[in-house]
Nanobody, 123 residues
């Protein structure tokens, strides 16, 4: 599975962005998908995850109520709608795919990881 994230950019605090991740392969629905982010000098931080069928969604505490993860299995895409952005949301955002819906908060649980897209939130 190859993953390509897009949609990053510069936005003012309080604004919104929508990230997308396009996946290759014919078994996309068999993978749980996650979004992580990494700020300079920091570890990967869990943002959100979604089950293969899109029924179950999970969020990190820092983004609950502001971010929404969704997927379109017909188009092999997963999205992250980010509202109410804060300067502390500034990071490179990565999408990742996991064969098992288990321990999705952990970066190491994912089998495939895409290149990131930079989100910068100005104050």
């Amino acid at each position: 599975v190859q993953l390509q994230a897009s949609g990053g950019g510069l936005v003012q605090a309080g604004g919104s962005l929508r990230l997308s991740c396009a996946a290759s392969g014919r078994t996309f629905s068999g993978y749980s998908m996650g979004w992580f982010r990494q700020a300079p000098g920091k570890e990967h931080e869990y943002v959100a995850a979604i089950s293969g069928g899109g029924i179950r969604t999970y969020y990190g505490d820092s983004v609950k109520g502001r971010f929404t993860i969704s997927r379109d299995n017909a188009k092999n895409t997963v999205s992250l709608q980010m509202n109410g952005l804060k300067p502390e949301d500034t990071a490179v955002y990565y999408c990742a795919a996991a064969r098992k819906e288990y321990s999705l908060k952990n970066w190491g649980s994912y089998d495939y990881r895409g290149q990131g897209t930079l989100v910068t939130v100005s104050s």
